[in-house]
């Protein structure tokens, strides 16, 4: 196993959500790599068994924690169960959320809406009150998130999808006022153009068009600013977000950033008087 600094996370309990694949695992991996005890999360048992059985046969430490972190029964076990197991969080990374939820405005509907609240921002409340609980009696603790640059520009088709990261960016702000007296910090990370969804090379080469640095990133590209966040280099850092997105966000934006071209928006006989 590859030790990129001294261990600079051992024996510290981290909690990875939506860690199956893509950026959750890549960070849970690296977390693992630098000697911390790793709480796999995911929906998805078999993906979390995966990136368990990868770890662990690295010599890393790793437990498989199944849950539906939008569940509050759900997160309440998976916490007592890794207190049981590991020990208490040190560091919760909420990075679980849906990511295929394009819908035109115009063909939306309450059910679309309720799940993507639910999944991508309902959860972020539940794991962080219950991993702040614990972590205010210690006096220290860290939880990071995942956004998006949905949350301050917008992506045409993901209205839902926005208004979630756009309130994870509020509620990161927010908690991280009121947990800084305990010794708790909160921030984020923005993820750019990552590819971790199977895109044919078609579609990638489009899309990197509009990236700065003139690649799409890999899952692999969030590991280090989300382990700085973690880490005691961070010490003064709270309610701050580091977007790692190849420089797409500083730009003036064209259209073809947008995944969901005008070309797809409904036909709307303009029929009325």
Same mark, same amino acid.
């Given at each position: 196993?590859?030790?990129?600094?001294?261990?600079?996370?051992?024996?510290?309990?981290?909690?990875?959500?939506?860690?199956?694949?893509?950026?959750?695992?890549?960070?849970?991996?690296?977390?693992? *790599?630098?000697?911390?005890?790793?709480?796999?999360?995911?929906?998805?048992?078999?993906?979390?068994?995966?990136?368990? #059985?990868?770890?662990?046969?690295?010599?890393?430490?790793?437990?498989?924690?199944?849950?539906?972190? #939008?569940?509050?029964?759900?997160?309440?076990? !998976?916490?007592? +169960?890794?207190?049981? *197991?590991?020990?208490?969080?040190?560091?919760?990374?909420?990075?679980?959320?849906?990511?295929?939820?394009?819908?035109?405005?115009?063909?939306? /509907?309450?059910?679309?809406?309720?799940? @993507?609240?639910?999944?991508?921002?309902? #959860?972020?409340?539940?794991?962080?009150? +219950?991993? *702040?609980?614990?972590?205010?009696?210690?006096?220290?603790?860290?939880?990071?998130? &995942?956004?998006?640059?949905?949350?301050?520009?917008?992506?045409?088709?993901?209205?839902?999808?926005?208004?979630?990261?756009?309130? @994870?960016?509020? %509620?990161?702000?927010? %908690?991280?006022?009121?947990?800084?007296?305990?010794? @708790?910090?909160?921030?984020?990370?923005?993820?750019?153009?990552?590819?971790?969804?199977?895109?044919?090379?078609?579609?990638?080469?489009?899309?990197?068009?509009?990236?700065?640095?003139?690649?799409?990133?890999? *899952? &692999? /590209? !969030?590991?280090?600013?989300?382990?700085?966040?973690? #880490?005691?280099?961070?010490?003064?850092?709270?309610?701050?977000?580091?977007?790692?997105?190849?420089?797409?966000?500083?730009?003036?934006?064209?259209?073809?950033?947008?995944?969901?071209?005008?070309?797809?928006?409904?036909?709307?006989?303009?029929?009325?008087?």
């Amino acid at each position: 196993m590859t030790h990129h600094t001294a261990l600079r996370f051992g024996n510290r309990v981290i909690l990875v959500t939506g860690a199956g694949g893509g950026i959750g695992r890549a960070v849970a991996e690296r977390f693992a *790599a630098e000697g911390a005890k790793v709480a796999v999360n995911d929906i998805k048992t078999e993906m979390v068994d995966d990136v368990v #059985s990868g770890i662990t046969s690295s010599g890393g430490v790793a437990l498989a924690v199944p849950a539906d972190v #939008s569940d509050a029964a759900q997160v309440e076990a !998976m916490f007592a +169960r890794i207190e049981a *197991a590991l020990g208490y969080v040190d560091v919760l990374y909420n990075n679980a959320g849906l990511i295929d939820t394009a819908r035109h405005f115009l063909e939306a /509907d309450e059910a679309w809406w309720d799940r @993507i609240q639910r999944v991508n921002l309902k #959860s972020v409340f539940l794991c962080s009150h +219950r991993a *702040a609980s614990v972590m205010a009696r210690r006096r220290a603790g860290v939880i990071i998130s &995942t956004s998006s640059g949905g949350a301050t520009r917008a992506h045409r088709g993901n209205v839902a999808y926005d208004a979630t990261k756009g309130g @994870i960016e509020a %509620m990161t702000r927010s %908690m991280a006022l009121d947990l800084a007296p305990y010794g @708790i910090r909160v921030n984020g990370v923005v993820p750019g153009f990552i590819n971790t969804y199977g895109l044919t090379e078609e579609q990638l080469r489009e899309r990197e068009r509009a990236v700065p640095l003139g690649r799409y990133g890999v *899952a &692999t /590209d !969030m590991v280090g600013a989300a382990l700085f966040l973690a #880490s005691d280099d961070a010490a003064y850092i709270t309610g701050q977000f580091i977007a790692v997105d190849g420089g797409v966000l500083v730009q003036q934006r064209s259209a073809n950033v947008d995944t969901f071209p005008v070309e797809g928006f409904p036909v709307i006989p303009a029929d009325l008087t």
